[in-house]
């Protein structure tokens, strides 16, 4: 027993002298309770919505009055002309509108019938359902509250409407994220272990002291991981259209140029995994962790951010992939200009300009 003792406490020293064991051991679960346990979650919290109330009258303010009391709902716009509804749509700013028609309260007392218009952006088609769900239930309480108190019969009818995706295909929601997803692993993954691999069997000496430059070098490895993904995009793409029905609705230029973009930060990803390992089952886990799980559940491509606690929020800002589904939904299914992806470009080329010298950098001090 005490020679069995020994092993096991030899097996405990070797556990605990590899950080990344450790880390991988009693890190991983930790943070992969709070994941699963906070960000995979179907129920939406705080969703933005705007409110088109061209009558502004009793009725129509108890319902915003408890619109805005809900858990669900956070107004964010005031509209004062049912012409800004698309404007707002396409910057992204709400995913449903609650539109009173005119005269609300007087139509519902003296005809006894009025409408409310509830119009969702269905470029996520489950998001659309369960805030027009949310919507309905609040104004068909306060019709039941009025008929309580009237002796004649009261309606609010409410009429749906589903803008972008009006069929409610899934693909429309899943296209754009497993694009992303698609484009990471092929790039970032497959980069990383392709130098690792040569580090991993002394070849990479051996390259470096030809006559080609260690740059040109590393470039080499890198150009068919990006023909290959360029093809991938292509793919993908053709897919998308001709066998699942979903449409290039904006410009097939800007598309594939912020793809090639987003193709570029992943690919300067892997060149930085494969700085900071020496094997390729380490390039595997950390291109695991770092990349497979953040982008399944923190890009939005499964689960709404704007669901998740303030801190995942903040994490999901980090996450290429978040930029560019937000750009691939904006500019293949809202069909909406380049100028309102601005922001997730500029965001992106930030991105690779900081990830690329940084790996670049770290790479020229791993060959010195």
Known sequence: MKQFGAFVLKEFRHIFRDKRTMMILLGMPVIQIILFGFAITTEVKNANVAICDPSKDIATQKIIERIKANEHFSISTILNNPDQITTLFREGKTGLVICFSERFNENLMHSGHAQIQLIADATDPNTATTLTNYASAIIASYQQELMNQSSVPLRISTETKFLYNPQMKGAYNFVPGVLGMILMLICAMMTSIAIVREKEMGTMEVLLV?????????????????????????????????????????????LIAVSMLFIFVSLALGLLVSTLTES??????????????????????????????????????????????????NLMIKGTAVSSVIKEIIILCVMALVIITVSLKKFKNRLE
């Open 280 to 329: 390729q089952m380490a390039a595997m886990l950390i291109s695991g962790m770092a990349f497979m799980m953040p982008v399944m559940l923190l890009s939005g491509m499964m689960f709404p951010i704007e669901n998740m606690p303030v801190p995942l929020q903040w994490l999901s800002n980090i996450i290429p992939a978040k930029w560019f589904i937000i750009s691939m939904k």
């Open 210 to 254: 030809s006559p080609m430059k260690p740059i040109l070098i590393i470039l080499a490895k890198v150009v068919p991981y990006f023909i290959i993904s360029c093809v991938n995009l292509t793919t993908v793409l053709l897919l998308s259209v001709f066998v699942l029905g979903v449409p290039v609705a904006g410009s097939l230029f800007w």
